[in-house]
């Protein structure tokens, strides 16, 4: 029961991995590209470092369940820290006076009204 | 040229891999490696050195010398760069930003000009400046008290789990540099000054050859840890676990102030005055 | 683009706490034990040994680590209140993590969808916010850029967020629920 | 049970590989780095993961731990140093 539960965390949190890879990949711009870097490896991170918390803590004895709590010690860093990380990039990018990448005028300031 | 070493690199590295292909297996009971002295280390280390990892036994204890002289080799180096790097001709930088506190009005003085002692209420920024980022700061606020803690468990542990000297240094240095990085090199330099960098990379030093030389003084062998039992009032075997303790710490010392070191006479270009 | 935003940076970055002096907090005070509590259960956590040998050296290492520490990170602290802060973020975290989900998911649409290019619309945007503690912008900042579609750019002290959006719908969206959210975890 | 973190960890490390494109090829020095900070973040779960399969949890929690800090650390300090010292204005740009 723990073992299939695990198994399906883990793979939800490599789907958001891949996601963020190919986001990576295939993104226009310095930006946007940041958006699944940012947010989809820190959800990514979330999900499988729970599934190895609770299979850590299905041993069920003190070590391991203080190694659970240091992963999700973890996470919590990765948390403070990941965001802050994608700040600090896209303001290096903003004051080296980079241009984002914008679709042509027509359709977005029509979007925009609507 | 740049063909050629491409050529020679890829040549080289072809070269390494035929080479390993003359190692033993690994893990393989019969090599070299595992036939001398590796039995015994296995075997005897936890009840010669009351340390349950046996690398750390291993590192500071049986093969202290190798280990007390890669610390003077990083300390060695840390001076070496320090007399590279640091610039001792007073220059005087072109101009000086100074900010006014309530207002944030910046002053710009030129050609080496200060302000009077007395001006509390301006302070001096970096003429290349970055402005004051929240976000970086807040974190780092929050993230430096774990990393910090982080590096004294990993010293305090190193007989227990990986890590140790060396590594817990790295991480308290790195945790430095973090905070020179999210403020300035002023107000670092002002928490830990170069003086006491320099100092403090000479006194891990001399901790573990000190803990050596008071062994030697007491009878026994240089870094021979039993030694101590009769000052730390504990049996020789807990002395030894206890000695690699001391020389850890020193260790620690060591590879933090000269990792900051390198880290000021780099961001700063050797002046001390602006940095990264 | 950004040009105000950067205008505005460079008049007037100090924060708006910083004009008087700092006041000068005792070195054994209320911060420096709250530090020190919460080091130790940290090191407790990280060690897992409790006997009085490594318990003496945690408690050595987290005196130094709260003496190093404790005065930043806590200018100025109440216990009462800063007890009842956190309990509203504890209570902020979940919702924050719902948030998590939802802005991923819609990513992840957008990131596997063929037509990806069509839909997406990436601007800069930005908008002043009323909160004016560091902390809860601090906070602020963080959640928007884990959440829907939207990285932070910059944050002024002065309260101006400039935000990267990637599509429409999380334009539009900003500020929104989470400011007030925010808001509401440090309001007194 | 192994079988699964294993294969996990062969597919995190293609995962990894895919991202590496964006840090050697992406066409800015702040792509690169975005490329490299994602193979961090993955480096992180995927420390832990090799603990699990060599069932030593503890000791490589420990090495993630240290992993992500200094990731952290290297992230900030790059994009200071680029920001400060080196300029990115001479960057090309791409449309």
Partial sequence: MLDILVTLLLILGLVFFLGGSIGILRYPDFYSRLHPAGKLDSLGLLLTMSAMALYTVGQWNLGAVLAAVKIMLIVVFVFITSPTATHAIVDAGVRAGMRPWTRSKEGSEHDLAA | MKRFALLAVLLFGALLVYGTTDFPDWGDPSSPAATHVSPHY?????????????????????????????????????????????????????????????TGIT????????????????????????????????????????????????????????????????????????????????????????????????????????????????????????????????????????????????VAIAVMAVMVSLYYNLASVGRFDEGL | MNDSSQMETTCASSPPGSVKEPVKSRRFGLAFWLTFAISMATWMVLSGLFDVFHLTLGVIGCAIVADLNARAMWPDVKLGHTLRQWRRFVAYVPWLLWQVWLANLHLLRLTFHPRMMQLINPRIVSFKSRIHNQMGMFILAN?????????????????????????????????????????????? | MDIVFLSAAVFLALVMALTLYRAIAGPTVLDRMIGVNAIGSKTTAMLVLIGLIYHKVDMFVDIAIAYACLNFIAVLAASRYFQKKKGLYDEPQEE
């Fill in chain 2, 42 to 102: 296995i075997r005897h280390s936890l009840e010669e050195t009351a340390v349950p990892n046996i690398v750390t036994a291993v590192l500071a204890d049986y093969r202290g010398y190798d280990t007390m002289f890669e610390t003077s080799v990083i300390f060695t180096a840390g001076l070496a760069c320090f007399f590279l790097l640091r610039v001792f001709a007073r220059k005087a930088p072109d101009s000086r930003l100074y900010r006014h506190r309530a």
């Fill in chain 3, 143 to 188: 959640s928007i850029t884990l959440t829907p579609g939207t990285v932070t750019v910059f944050a002024s002290v002065m309260g101006r967020f400039t935000v990267h959006a990637i599509d429409d719908a999380s334009a539009r969206a900003l500020p929104g629920e989470m400011e007030d959210r925010v808001a509401k975890i440090f309001e007194d």
């Fill in chain 2, 107 to 250: 002053l710009r003085i030129e050609q080496g000009g200060r302000l009077p002692e007395g001006a509390r209420e301006f302070e001096r920024i970096d003429s290349q400046w970055v402005p004051y980022d929240l976000i970086i700061r807040t974190a780092c606020r929050l993230v430096l008290p774990f990393i910090q803690l982080f590096a004294l468990y990993v010293v305090a542990h190193g007989h227990h789990s990986p890590g140790g000297g060396f590594q817990g240094g790295v991480i308290f240095g790195a945790a430095v540099i973090l905070y020179a990085i999210s403020h300035d090199l002023r107000s670092t330099l002002q928490m830990l000054p170069e003086r006491r960098t320099v100092l403090m990379s000479a006194g891990g030093v001399l901790i573990y050859a000190g803990t050596g030389l008071i062994c030697l003084l007491l009878g026994a062998q240089f870094l021979d840890y039993a030694a101590l039992a009769g000052i730390l009032g504990v049996d020789p075997i807990m002395a030894r676990s206890h000695g690699i303790f001391i020389v850890e710490i020193g």
